[in-house]
Every structure is written in C-alpha cells, then in structure tokens.
C-alpha cells in the first residue's frame, strides 16, 4: 500500500509516540510491581501518582522558557533517551530514595515531552488534517492502553521486572531513533537563544498572560477543558477503593473492568479516526465531555460489576473524542511562537489544582463516604461540561471551529 507523502511524515510521528505510550504502560506495571517488592508498602506505591504533578508544579514554571526557543523536535528526542537512560538504571537501584530520584528526573524529562509534542504536531501536520491525526493518536493512545500492560505482564511472567524494565527502555530508544528521520521544521539561531534566567521566565510569563487577556475565549474553553479533566483525575485517584471496598468488585472483576474499558477506547478511538471528518470539531468536542460525563454518572452510582461496565465502556468510549477535539482546537488556535510557554503554564496550573483536589477527595471521604463523595464530583462534572458545552457551541464562535485555513490562526508574535 502506497503511502501519501503528505502523511508520510505525521505516520512516523505517530508510530514513534505510540511506541513510547506502550513503554509509559510497561513502566507503569513494572514500576509498581518492583516498589511494592521493594518496600512491601501500599502507601509507597501510592507515592508514585503524587511524584508526577508534584514534579510538574516545580518544572513547569520554567520548561515552557526553556522549550520555545530551541527545537521542539531534538527536545523530544532528548526527552525519550533520558527516560531510556534512567529506566534502565532502575534495576540497579538498592533502595526507594534512589527509586524516587530517579522516578523525579524521569518526571522531569517527561514535563518537557508534552509542551514540545504539543508545538511540533501543529508544526508538522498541516491544520486541515489535525482533527484526523488526534484522532489516530487516540487510536493508538487507546491501543497502548490495553498492549502496554499485557506486554508488560507478559515479559514479567517469562523473565523478570529487571529485563522488563531494561526491555522497556529500548521503546524510548526507538522512538528517539524514528525522530531522526523527521524534518527539523524550525530555523533556531544558536546564538538568539536567550540565557535561562529568572528575568526570562518572569519575562514568559508575562507572554503567556497578555496571551490569556488577548484571547479569552480560548483560555476558557482550555482551562474549562482542564477542569472537567481534575474531575475525572480525582474520581480516578480514588477508583481501586471505591470498586473493591463501596461496589465489593474482586480484583479479577477490576482487572477486567480496566482491560473493557481499555476496549472501549479503542473502539471509539478506531471509529473516530475512520470518521472524523464526518464530525464538526465542535460536535466532536460536546459529544465527547456530555457522554463521558454520563459515564462517570452511572460509575458512581453502581452497585454490580455490570453496572460499573456500563459506565466504564461509555467514559472510555467519548473519552477519546473529547480529548482529539481539544487538542485539535487548542493546535489550531494558538501559534506555534508561543505555544511551549503557554501548555507549560496550563500543565502547571493543571498539577496544582490536581494535588488540591487529590488530598481534598482523601479528607472528604474519611468525613463523610466515598460513594457520596464520587457522586457528588459526577454531578458537579455534568454540570460543568453542559455549561462548557454551551460555551462551545456559541453560534458567534463558530471561527474558532474552523478546520482549514479559512479562519487565520490566533498569532501573537512578542
């Protein structure tokens, strides 16, 4: 099968994130299997989902500064043979304050992916056909969902967490080598790059502010969007608890509960790719949070194993045109000079009010229960994303839905 030049490039992309999403799952099932071994501690393993927004908290303020003026794609090269690198050290480490070092720089390397991911696909892929390449990255997104953890399984069975973890590290290395034969889109002046200093970060944010006033609406729908997703996060955080203790779902129950949801996202992540432009971006967008807000609503207040697969497959399902939605959106609306700076801010408010709501949902349900805690976010979050919906279907915004160039990109050259 021919391949279309034009896609040739945006494939290669693709194929090398979606290699180092299966990683990201095979790191996660081994990581969490080698501290428990380690420690034989719940609470430390439960340390390594607080490791990643607390990182982001302190990098993020900075990373944006550090990425806009430099190659977005070496960044992201540099990015997967770092955690190539550590992953691979990990086996090595007798005891869990090295674990937890290295788990840091391997959070650092990671805060620095997703600002210049985020700037090189709206760099690379042409805007007409970013809704359908968000779409396939869902695809594949939702596909590493369910491969990672069975690869990762597997591997431990027949080896060990040790060769696991050094296997793992050779999909960061291959995604990195396929970066190579990507063309370097931007013209960086070595000696323009200005110093990384407190000025220049004040300075950024500054950039990222006048950003924000300049074009409200865009903020909105973007930070309405991060907070429909705190929602979903703090209901997540508290997931294994709520099914095995408030529902009484037996670990293989919840083990399946994950492995149909997975399949869930990948169903509307293939049938979202083969039929995204039949779909408005707007549609895409309201569909996506409306559905997987009612997902989340019959989750909380499920009483079976069946119930749970209901809400679960439903959530999984219009997950994935929510999230391909926004990030098309977000691609098409801000420009490419300031976008590292700017998803380096949003990551951070994003973690602060992530560490919030995680220790908030904790006291809560020791004060009152988990079931009327989890029932309580699933309404606030539907009323949160019909408010959102009907910001998004404005009739007077409906330039900022354009999926062409017909509508010029929102530039704000400083």
């Not at 960061?172 to 323009?192: G, M, R, V, Y």
């Amino acid at each position: 099968m021919k391949i279309n030049k034009k896609w040739k490039d945006p494939i290669l992309l693709l194929t090398s994130i979606g290699i180092s999403s299966i990683g990201d799952f095979i790191y996660l099932v081994a990581i969490n299997i080698i501290v428990y071994q380690l420690t034989g501690s719940a609470a430390a393993v439960a340390g390594l989902w607080i490791i990643g927004p607390l990182t982001n908290i302190a990098t993020k303020f900075w990373t944006g500064s550090f990425i806009e003026y430099r190659s977005k794609r070496k960044v992201m090269m540099g990015s997967y043979i770092i955690r190539a690198v550590f992953i691979f050290l990990i086996p090595f480490s007798s005891n869990m304050a090295v674990i937890y070092g290295i788990l840091v720089i391997l959070n650092v390397a990671k805060a620095f992916f997703n600002p210049s991911s985020m700037t090189y696909i709206a760099i690379l892929v042409p805007k007409e056909k970013r809704k359908r390449f968000n779409s396939i990255r869902s695809f594949a997104s939702s596909g590493a969902f369910i491969v990672g953890p069975a690869i990762g399984g597997s591997l431990i069975l027949l080896t060990s967490v040790e060769v696991t973890l050094w296997l793992n590290a050779l999909f960061f290395l291959i995604s990195a080598i396929l970066l190579l034969f990507l063309p370097e889109k931007e013209n960086i002046d070595k000696e323009t790059i200005p110093k990384m200093t407190i000025a220049q970060v004040i300075g950024d944010f500054t950039v990222v502010q006048k950003f924000m006033i300049n074009n409200k609406y865009i903020s909105f729908v973007y930070l309405g969007f991060i907070m429909i997703m705190i929602f979903t996060f703090a209901m997540d955080a508290q997931e294994v608890v709520f099914t095995q203790r408030v529902v009484g779902l037996s670990e293989f129950e919840y083990s399946l509960l994950i492995s149909i949801t997975g399949i869930g996202s990948v169903v509307g992540a293939l049938l979202l790719s083969v039929f995204s432009n039949k779909i408005s971006l707007r549609y895409m967008i309201t569909i996506g949070v409306t559905m997987m807000t009612i997902g989340y609503i019959i989750y909380a207040v499920s009483w079976s194993f069946t119930s749970i697969v209901v809400g679960f497959v439903v959530l999984g399902f219009f997950n994935v045109f929510l999230n391909a939605g926004i990030m098309t959106f977000y691609q098409n609306n801000v420009s490419v000079d300031i976008m590292g700076r700017v998803t380096s801010i949003y990551d951070l408010i994003q973690s602060i009010i992530q560490v919030i709501f995680i220790l908030a949902i904790g006291i809560a349900a020791d004060l009152v229960s988990l079931r009327l805690t989890i029932i309580t976010l699933a309404l606030v979050m539907f009323i949160s994303s019909i408010t959102f919906s009907i910001l998004v279907l404005k009739p007077n915004k409906k330039s900022f839905y354009q999926e062409d160039d017909s509508h010029q990109d929102i530039q704000m050259h400083i």
